[in-house]
C-alpha cells in the first residue's frame, strides 16, 4: 500500500461512523425512510428502533448499508437512556434522526382505553422530543432531522382528539426547534402526510370507536411520501405536506373557524 492510501485508510478509520436512526422502523413510513435512506448512501451505518425486533431484522436484511436492529419501547424512558448510552459508547456522528415510531387511535373520549391515550401521548410526543434531545449532541452541521407529524396537525379531529392534539404538538415543537438550530446547519423538517398506507389503520381501528372512521380516503403510498419528505427536507423546509390534499388541509387550519372544519370532518369521516 502506497503511502498516500495508507493514510487514507487511517484517516478514514479516524473518523466517527456516520449513523442514521430511524425509530418505527419495523414498518410503513419508518421502513420506507430506511430503505431511501440506505440508497442515499448518506451514512455507514443504520440504527433501525422499534419494538419488534424480528420484523426490524428482517427490515436490517433488504438493506445494503450495515443496520443494527436496536429494540426499544419508545415510551420507557430507560429505553431512550440505553440508546444514549450505545451512542456514547459508539463514538459516532448522527447525520439522519427520524422520528416515525408513532400511533393513533379511532374513538371519542369515551371509548379510547386510557391506557392508550397514555401510550400514544408518551410515544409521539415524549417519546419523539427525548430521542431528538438525545441524538442532537451528537449532530453537526450537515446533519438532518425529519419529525413524522400528520396533517391531522393542521385541524383539530373529533374521534381522533388525543392524536391530532399530539401530531399539533409535532407540528408546534419541530418548528420552534428549527429557529433553536438556525445556524448550526441541521435541517429539521415536520412531515404532514394524509393517510398513507401502512400498519397505521389496523391499531387505529383496534379501539371500541375504530370505526368511527369509516374510509381512509386518497391513502398514499409510504415511498411516495417520504421521497417528497426527503426532498422537502433537503431543501430545508420546516413543512414537508406530501400531498394537494394535505397542502390544502394546512390552508384550511390557517384560514377557516376550527368549528367549521370539525363540523366538515364529521361529515367526510361518516362516508
Ligand atoms: N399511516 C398514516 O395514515 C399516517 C398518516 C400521517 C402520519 N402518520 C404517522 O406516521 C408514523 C409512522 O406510522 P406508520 O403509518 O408507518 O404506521 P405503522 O406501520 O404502524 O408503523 C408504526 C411504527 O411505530 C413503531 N412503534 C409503535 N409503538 C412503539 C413503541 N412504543 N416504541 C417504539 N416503536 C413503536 C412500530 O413498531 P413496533 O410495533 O415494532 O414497536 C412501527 O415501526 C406515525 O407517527 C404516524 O402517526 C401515519
Redo the contacts with the bound molecule.
Keep these: 500500500m502506497d503511502s498516500k492510501r495508507s493514510h487514507d485508510t487511517e484517516t478514514a478509520s479516524a473518523l466517527p461512523k456516520r449513523v442514521a436512526i430511524i425509530?418505527?422502523?419495523?414498518?410503513?413510513?419508518?421502513e420506507e425512510f430506511a430503505i431511501q435512506i440506505d440508497s442515499m448512501q448518506a451514512a455507514d451505518e443504520l440504527w433501525l428502533?422499534?419494538?419488534?425486533e424480528s420484523?426490524l431484522q428482517a427490515v436490517a436484511a433488504k438493506l445494503t448499508t450495515p443496520a443494527r436492529p436496536v429494540a426499544?419501547?419508545?415510551?420507557v424512558r430507560d429505553d431512550i437512556a440505553r440508546i444514549g448510552k450505545l451512542l456514547d459508547d459508539a463514538s459516532v456522528k448522527v447525520t439522519f434522526l427520524v422520528n416515525?415510531?408513532?400511533?393513533?387511535k379511532f374513538g371519542d373520549w369515551q371509548t379510547i382505553s386510557d391506557e392508550a391515550v397514555d401510550s400514544m401521548i408518551d410515544?409521539?410526543c415524549r417519546?419523539l422530543v427525548d430521542m431528538t434531545h438525545t441524538c442532537l449532541p451528537f449532530m453537526e452541521d450537515g446533519a438532518r432531522i425529519i419529525q413524522?407529524a400528520?396533517?391531522?396537525a393542521f385541524v383539530p379531529l373529533p374521534h381522533m382528539n388525543v392524536y391530532a392534539a399530539s401530531?399539533a404538538f409535532v407540528l408546534r415543537y419541530t418548528r420552534a426547534l428549527r429557529w433553536e438550530l438556525h445556524g448550526t446547519g441541521i435541517t429539521v423538517t415536520a412531515l404532514c402526510?394524509?393517510?398513507?398506507k401502512?400498519?397505521?389503520e389496523k391499531?387505529a381501528r383496534a379501539s371500541k370507536g375504530g370505526h368511527d372512521v369509516h374510509h381512509?380516503f386518497g391513502?398514499q403510498t409510504?415511498a411516495h411520501v417520504v421521497r417528497a419528505a426527503l426532498a422537502a427536507n433537503k431543501a430545508h423546509l420546516a413543512v414537508s405536506c406530501a400531498s394537494l390534499q394535505s397542502a390544502a388541509l394546512r390552508l384550511i387550519g390557517k384560514v377557516i373557524p376550527n368549528c367549521i372544519t370539525m363540523a366538515g370532518w364529521n361529515i367526510i369521516r361518516r362516508l
Excluded: H, M, Q
Design positions: 425509530t418505527g422502523a419495523s414498518s410503513g413510513l419508518g428502533v422499534a419494538r419488534n420484523a426499544a419501547d419508545l415510551t416515525a415510531a408513532g400511533f393513533g410515544l409521539n417519546g413524522v400528520s396533517a391531522a401530531k402526510p394524509t393517510w398513507v401502512t400498519g397505521f391499531v381512509l391513502a409510504p
